[in-house]
């Protein structure tokens, strides 16, 4: 089984910043594609940041320039800064990991239970 643990949410004002953890634990031999999305009330869920084994990115248009995903590999580790947040920035924001548990096995999406963010003066 694998976990993934957020932290890091929280209130924060607008222009801001604020930055989000996700530890992945269990049995894990690789993990190739980790990433945070973020759900809104009344929206789908949708992609913010993804970062390969490889460190290649991807952002949401909204949030480029401002947030910065990276990863610590050997804590198998995703991280998201978010700066000068605004009010649309808000929601709860889920870290997502590609795990494969051994070698040469299907690859899974594991999720993390979400950490709420909150932009508001």
Do not use: H
Not at 102 to 116: A, N, V
């Amino acid at each position: 089984q694998v976990q993934l643990v957020e932290s890091g949410g929280g209130l924060v004002q607008p222009g801001g910043s604020l930055r989000l953890s996700c530890a992945a634990s269990g049995r894990i031999y690789s993990i190739s594609v980790m990433g945070w999305y973020r759900q809104t009330p009344g929206k789908q869920r949708e992609l913010v940041a993804m970062i390969t084994d490889i460190s290649r990115t991807n952002y949401l248009d909204s949030v480029k320039g401002r947030f910065t995903v990276s990863r610590d590999n050997a804590k198998n580790t995703v991280y998201l800064q978010m700066n000068r947040v605004t009010p649309e920035d808000t929601g709860v924001y889920y870290c997502n990991a590609d795990v494969a548990q051994y070698l040469g096995s299907e690859t899974y999406r594991y999720w993390g239970q979400g950490t709420q963010v909150t932009v508001s003066s």
